[in-house]
């Protein structure tokens, strides 16, 4: 198990990002969590397998049909094993 957090920059708010990265973190079975933070950026928290974990970092840096990603910000961290689905948080 493996777990990082990133801030997405960019064209990322209002364009159904948190949404489909949710859609995206179910697909590949990571739980953890999305949110709009101030500034018009993205951030998430997401754990699960590093190969399942790696496929969602690729589709954040592209994120969704209507997005814009100018920057991903990663790192990885401990998991915490705290997360039993992937939700967006308002």
Do not use: C
Not at 29 to 53: H, R
Not at 59 to 81: E, K, Y
């Amino acid at each position: 198990m493996k777990a990082f957090k990133a801030i997405v920059s960019g064209k990322v708010q209002g364009v159904w990002f948190r949404d489909l990265t949710r859609q995206e973190a179910i697909k590949l079975k990571v739980t953890g969590w999305v949110k709009n933070i101030p500034g018009g950026t993205v951030y998430l928290e997401a754990e699960g397998e590093e190969n399942n974990l790696k496929s969602l970092e690729r589709w954040i840096h592209i994120g969704s049909p209507h997005s814009r990603v100018d920057r991903v910000d990663l790192q990885w961290i401990v998991p915490t094993n705290a997360y039993s689905t992937f939700k967006v948080i308002f």
